[in-house]
């Protein structure tokens, strides 16, 4: 009687289905080569969304770093405000924000100009009146003074006018409050928690800001009296905001967002129906940076999700192929249970309940380590607990897209062999496989993503402030690398199809090794195209995530042209007043000319090469700096950069001549331009007066050199740094994205040097009585164990090749036309390999040995009598 589908469930006394999973442990090898199977395709599905999550999280951090911090919250804000809608507002504002989970609100109110103010008998001071909550004193600077109720005034005029503790001040004959404290001036950048107040708080006198200090009232009551008293009709500026703590996560920052929409809209409601429309408005700062969290997850996601699929399938692939394994294996038992009535169904869930367990642990263990490891191989950022959850689903749907595969490859086999009668021959089905062209389906594949790249350049550049992402732009690496990893598989094939033919008996170390490579032309090729594909795959995905990190950092050093570049007066540059004493040692200063064509810069080239952010030049463009020196007899020695057949030798402003000393592509702040680099020995000081702009290279950060310059009195009209002069979004989320190539061709090469072990073990009953026997007709052990080096060295050896010169040609093609930036030079270009190189290749040495040792061990742990019996 044959068990159906629906009585199999009821067969509870069945043995071998209740002792599968005590059988399935006299086959220890079939049941890890399971388990890490579906550990690795877990590993990897999991990965996916974990990084794509990451990536997230990275951007909203990235994010918070670029706006104030009161900004991650609603604002509101207006100018104008009338002062009594003011406490009405304040109050509407308070109580609607306890009702969406915020904080205390933060107010600043500020006065308008009052011009004229009365120091010391000195009525031309130009002062606002201002308060910020919250302890606004406390992120002050108090110099001198206490906090009893009054006013602190700026030092700079409290400096001037010599206006000390105790003053009192006054505004067309009104009576101010007096003067209890002396603060250190807010300069141009704040601090964080001043960033919002900016315009209000900050005196730029450095850019001719008409207003000479901000005076803060110590209290609130302070600064309502004297707005009363000065009767004001309205507030210059009303800015009310929230310092929450800066979103980790997408969905924190959702979360954030949809609270402060909801908050905003409350408040406009609440004082439409006051009456007081419109008197502030409300905003959600935070809303672009949220977007912009959403477009790199995104992004991420796009463009690794064909790699992680196509890494399931090859997961399934190899549950498929166990499941083929532990059919032969058990094909006498199976054609018992069938004669015994068992149905195709009945026998594909024996295989489920042998094999179930280890996999479904190696698939847990594969979302745990993807989870446990995303700090390692993902961006630097949380992801959430919404991503988490799909995360885990996917794990689950592979795990049961797994299951469902090795018990659907074992029926159908069974429902053919034993019902149908269909015996299918694996050699004849292997030879096929062989015949198919695949590494064609691949080239073509390869070749549809070069044209997609060709134009992923132009393409990445309507990104706002992300590249656009094209997913086949971003497959043809691999599937190059796969190509090729194919070609040399099929070479391999043929090779050893013909190694029949080589008599080398004169070397039997390096025959005995042609003839076991031989006799294992399928496991041989499947590993070559796995090593070189994972040693492919690794050298491209690190290439490319390096060459951008790396075009990041040589960028922002040529356009900035140190950490530092603030330009200043031309006292400074022509050493009327000498460089601060906190700068000297890290700063230079440089000119720059314009006016015939060419850039013209003038150096200090010891200071410029001490200081200034040459990494970008070679040893030997670094070397021309010595060679500038004062003009000569054929003119000013100058390096000349972005040489082009316009370029002419006339330099601006009178100079002499230039007298090229070497050529260089590109030069800090010059870039690729055509210009000239020149020393400032060689101007005279009219010369170096009539130099329009003046510059300080430091390699200090912008706050310490800002403060040394203020210190002294120059003004500052522009200040720029390596960590704000370029957006570096685009480059992460590039760099992101192959480091999951990167992740991929890693787990790739485990599965190598898996696939290679496990070969060895499954041949240790062969390898063992062969061994044996050659032992026996004379071999020495130390030639023994140069063969089976010689047999593995050479399949390591070819994988590491061909996968290096695959990989770093691949990488070195594409790095270009992942550049984000390409409008800024110099282009992205592969880093320095050598590193990586040198570590794959001792990977392989170290797996080759270990391969050799195990096979040479067999051998001298066979008993050579049972060996031949078991044959």
Known sequence: ????????????????????????????????????????????????????????????????????????????????????????????????????????????????????????????????????????LDHLTMLKGSREPGVWLGEVVAGAQHIGVGARPSYHGTALPPVTGLYADLLDPPPRWWCSQQRSAVVNRLANDPLDSVMFATDRKTFDDTVRALGLPGLSNLHISFYEPPPTTVSAADDLLAR????????????????LANVVIGSTPFQRSTEISHEARDNVLVSILPLAAISVLVGCAGIGTVALQWYQRRQPQLRLLSARGSGPAALGMLAVAELGLPILLGGAAGAFLARLLLRVYGPPGDPDSGSEFSAGLVAAGVLGLALILLAGVVAIRAHREFELGRIRRGRGATRLLMFVPWELATAGLGVLGWNRLVDYGDASKLGNPLPQVDPLALTYPVFVVLTVGLLAARLAWLALHASHRARLWSRPALQLAIRRLASARAPVTGVLVIGTLAIGTLATG??????????????????????????????????????????????????????TGSVVLVVDPAAFRRTAATEALSADAKALLDKLGPAGGQGIPAIRVGHTRGQTAALPYGLADAAPVGDVPMFPIIGTNPGYVISRAALTGSQLYSVPKWSVLSSAPMSEVSAALSKIGLTQPNRISRQTALDALPFYVVSWTFSFVALLGTVLGVVAVLALLVAVEVRRRQNALAGALVLRMGMRPRALLASHLMELGALSGLAVVVGVVCGVSVAGLSVSRFDPATFLAPRSELPDLAPFVLMVCGVGVLVVALAGWLAVRSVRTARTAELIRAQ
């Open 1 to 136: 009687m044959r068990v159906s589908w629906g009585q199999f469930g009821r067969l509870r006394v069945t043995k071998p289905w209740r002792a599968a999973p005590r059988t399935a442990l006299s086959s220890p090898l079939t049941l890890i080569v399971a388990a890490v199977t579906a550990l690795l395709a877990c590993f990897l599905g999991t990965a996916a969304v974990l990084q794509s999550a990451a990536a997230g999280g990275a951007t909203v951090a990235y994010q918070s770093g670029t706006v104030c911090p009161d900004e991650y919250g609603p604002v509101f804000s207006k100018n104008g405000v009338p002062v009594s809608a003011v406490p009405a507002v304040l109050d509407t504002v308070r109580r609607h924000a306890a009702t969406r989970g915020f904080s205390a609100p933060v107010a600043g109110m500020y006065t308008p100009v009052l011009v004229n103010t009365d120091f010391n008998g000195a009525p031309y001071y130009k002062v606002v009146l201002g308060y910020r909550e919250q302890a606004g």
């Open 260 to 275: 402060s929409k909801a908050l905003v809209e409350d408040v406009r409601t609440d004082l439409a129906t006051q009456g």
């Open 542 to 595: 690190t290439g490319i995530a390096r060459g951008q990190e790396d075009a990041l950092r040589t960028k922002s050093a040529v356009f900035v042209g140190a950490e530092t570049r603030i330009d200043t007066e031309s006292t400074l540059g022509m050493g009327t007043i000498p460089m601060p004493a906190e700068l000297r040692g890290t700063s230079t200063i440089v000119g720059e000319l314009t006016g």
